[in-house]
């Protein structure tokens, strides 16, 4: 079989307090710097958690170690799944993004799999799917069309 899978992108970490662990992956592990945003209601389209239309606010806080970005996630609703993972789970890691050879492909296998994807939404021209791959690897992945700035989304391999 043909990886499925063929770059990791980015691990994701959903974290309670957003400065807090900034804090500590600097202070302790030398880790940053950190690119710092917010998503509210409305900046990601379409977005949806197991099909159903939902919003979300969270803060995130970026950075590049080697090719792999790590990703803090806080939560600032309680509803959201990154709300939930850290009532549920505690602080860990929520998702790891991989680079896909066919975005499109990737999802459709999922849905042809019975499963329906855990968080899907748009981001500008980007579509962005987390599988629901939890049960199967312990962890959900997270696949996209492209990246930003990319010349042309990655939308069909």
Known sequence: MKPVFTETMQIGIVVRNLDAAIRKYVDDY?????EIHKFSPGDLHDLREYGKPVTHNTRIATTMIGHVMWELIEPLDNESMFARFLAEKGEGVHHIAVRAPNY???VATEAKRGKELALSCKFGDIKIAYLATDRDLGVLIEVFSGLP?????RASG
Request: charged residues 30%; negative net charge; proline residues 15%.
């Open 30 to 34: 030398g880790i940053g710097p950190w």
């Open 104 to 106: 499109d492909e990737t």
């Open 149 to 153: 700035g990319e010349e042309t989304p």
